[in-house]
């Protein structure tokens, strides 16, 4: 049985979040990894502009602190998005990231975008598993020493919620990480969609892609090695990856690259049960929360820490006028919010996986802060 400490949002002079941040890691045990010159990510998610539901600046910098405190080498990361949004690129993702708080002035510490400037500088880690041979993870993350995962918890679309095992897996992808998680083939065109614009031509680093004679793009698969970069430069969504994966199955391959991203390095993880959206926060909007904020939990094992965060979600009344509706279904309490709200994916068989596989155990004990 795996321990999971936790501390809720109460406060008083003195003792603000802040501090009941830095109390629950060093209770849940942080102090025992070397951090001395240690290249130390922190694995978080800035939030899609417009999404107001990510996890403030204010707790990565309290984090940033502690680890200059006890000469790490820290820095703030996320890899680039498999779809076209405004954070595809470094470029973009970097001024995201600093538009949401995460900047020099916030933060101690500088944001890597890890999988670098066009989402293509990946490390491929071998984990030789059941769905994946090897992992596709972005340079700076396969390269850290140790792997923080600040994580915030809320519902996701197609893993039910998201926590650490999403971040993780699923956020450290590079773009050809991030296409086989969600696909098993290489992206389609849709040519009645397609503009002629050519930008996927430009950008196709292995000059597989070519206007045809109707001034269509077209793919050559022979060439295309499944980076995604078409899908994330065309903006009339005519280059598109192919979603043809169960929720089960991305769930399960989530598991499988987040062994990856923590193969053979000390690793330490922190949720925060606030802004429980019901959706991600690639999203550039976020929804009223399902649950009146929880509080922040930590871990050494991510499948307790995602496991005790759902259950306390599972437990929790659920917010008048939200999604759920609760004038409709009553308060909910001890309800799976997530797979109401979600009902095509199921987070438990994800969860059963990634014990299966050897990432921790969905047995905890809940030690209050
Ligand atoms: S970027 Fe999209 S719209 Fe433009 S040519 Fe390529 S597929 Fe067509
Ligand atoms: S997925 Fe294939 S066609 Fe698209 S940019 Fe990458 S290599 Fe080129």
């Known amino acids: 049985m795996s321990k999971v400490y936790f501390t809720d949002m109460r406060t008083k002079p003195g003792r603000n979040l802040l501090d009941k941040l830095e109390t629950l890691i060093k209770k849940a045990g942080i102090e025992q990894i070397d951090f001395k010159d240690k290249f130390t990510a922190i694995k978080i998610h800035f939030g899609e502009p417009g999404n107001l539901a990510y996890i403030r600046a204010n707790y990565a910098a309290k984090l940033a602190k502690f680890l200059l405190a006890k ?8 890899s680039n998005t498999l779809y076209q949004g405004r954070r595809s690129n470094a470029i973009d993702h970097i001024e995201s990231a600093f538009e949401n708080g995460f900047n020099p002035v916030a933060v101690p510490c500088p944001v890597i975008i890890a999988d670098g400037l066009k989402a293509i500088d990946y490390k491929e880690i071998p984990i030789d598993l059941k769905y994946c041979k090897t992992a596709k993870i972005g340079a700076a993350i396969a390269e850290a020493d140790v792997i923080i995962s600040m994580n915030h918890f809320k519902g996701h679309e197609q893993a039910g919620f998201g926590g650490v095992l999403k971040n993780l897996g699923m956020g450290s992808a590079s773009r050809p990480g991030k296409l086989e998680l969600h696909s098993s083939s290489k992206p389609i065109i849709e040519t009645a969609e397609c503009t002629s614009c050519g930008q996927c031509v ?4 292995s000059d597989a892609i070519h206007l045809n004679a109707d001034k269509k793009a077209e793919i050559d698969y022979e060439k295309c090695v499944g980076c995604g970069q078409c899908v994330a430069v065309c903006q009339f969504e005519a280059a598109q990856p192919v979603w043809d994966n169960s929720a089960d199955i991305m769930n399960y391959k989530i598991a499988e690259y987040t062994v990856a991203v923590l193969k053979d390095k000390p690793n330490f993880h922190i949720n925060f049960i606030m802004d429980v959206s019901p959706n991600c926060d690639c999203w550039n909007c ?3 929360a399902i649950v ?3 509080g922040i939990a930590a871990s050494f094992d991510p499948v307790a820490l995602d496991k005790a ?5 599972t437990q929790a ?8 509706n609760v004038h409709k279904h009553g308060e909910l309490q001890d309800v799976d919010k997530f797979k109401m709200i979600h009902p095509n994916t199921d987070w438990k068989a994800g969860l059963k996986y990634a014990e299966e596989i050897g990432l921790g155990t ?8």
């Not at 000469?71 to 996320?78: E, G, I, M, R, V």
């Not at 430009?202 to 680093?205: I, S, V």
């Not at 965060?309 to 979600?313: K, P, R, T």
Request: aromatic share 6%; glycine share 0%.
């Open 317 to 324: 009344a659920a917010n008048l006028n939200t999604v759920l």
């Open 202 to 205: 430009k950008n196709c680093a």
């Open 286 to 288: 976020n929804d009223t």
């Open 309 to 313: 965060c759902a259950d306390m979600v």
């Open 362 to 369: 969905v047995d905890y004990e809940l030690v209050k802060v």
């Open 71 to 78: 000469q790490a080498k820290p820095f703030l990361t996320d």
């Open 292 to 294: 009146p904020n929880i």
